[in-house]
């Protein structure tokens, strides 16, 4: 990708990440139906519109209980990639519960990569931004599917961006909390 074009993706994707979350400070004051932390785990592609095949990987993320009147969560995660390559981040995470199931996601963050095989990102430094729509399920454990795209944002020459593909499981930590006790 150009670095032009990455730079309008990102700006895009911070200001629907910024946009969703002032919407939901005024509208979204309850507490969400389960606030435990979680430890997601990802597995998925790297290069889905490019080379979907040679590139898989596999994640964890711990996810914590909101913190902010808006009710953010912050992540701490690790991304190992087929070839040699992986990615150390931190996130901000809004979820929006449409009901007692069903959750969508939005997340914006960033991480030191480090490249290998065959997936070379231009710079240690790469942001990432993404969505992810999960079903809870027996004893609030959430299944989903997600996207983000991962990109330097043009702090370098050479910014192919890459967009990533994830099936998630995440297990919530600790008791059940939340509106309803649950």
Same mark, same amino acid.
Do not use: K, M, Q
């Given at each position: 990708m150009e670095s032009g074009v990455v730079k309008r993706?990102?700006?895009?994707?911070?200001?629907?990440?910024?946009?969703? +979350?002032? #919407?939901? @400070?005024?509208?979204?004051?309850?507490? !969400?139906?389960?606030?435990?932390?979680?430890?997601? +785990?990802? #597995?998925? @592609?790297?290069?889905?519109?490019?080379? !979907?095949?040679e590139t898989l990987r596999l994640g964890a993320e711990y996810?914590?209980?909101?913190?902010?009147?808006?009710?953010?969560?912050a992540g701490i995660g690790v991304t190992v990639v087929e070839g040699g390559a992986n990615f150390v981040y931190g996130d901000l995470h809004k979820d929006f519960w449409i009901?007692?199931?069903?959750?969508?996601?939005?997340n914006l963050g960033a991480g030191l990569f480090h490249d290998g095989g065959g997936l070379h990102l231009g710079n240690q430094l790469e942001f990432r931004s993404g969505i992810a729509v999960m079903r809870v399920i027996a004893d609030h454990l959430r299944i989903g599917i997600g996207?983000?795209?991962?990109?330097?944002?043009?702090?370098?020459?050479?910014?192919?961006?890459?967009?990533?593909?994830?099936?998630?499981?995440?297990?919530?930590?600790?008791k059940p909390s939340g509106a309803n006790g649950t």
């Open positions: 993706v990102i700006r895009r994707a911070a200001l629907i990440f910024w946009t969703l +979350l002032a #919407g939901s @400070a005024r509208a979204d004051w309850s507490p !969400p139906p389960d606030s435990r932390a979680v430890v997601e +785990l990802s #597995g998925g @592609a790297f290069n889905i519109f490019d080379h !979907p095949s996810v914590s209980h909101p913190f902010s009147p808006c009710f953010l969560t009901d007692r199931h069903w959750i969508v996601t939005i996207g983000y795209h991962l990109s330097n944002g043009g702090l370098s020459d050479h910014n192919p961006g890459t967009e990533v593909a994830v099936l998630l499981l995440a297990f919530p930590i600790g």
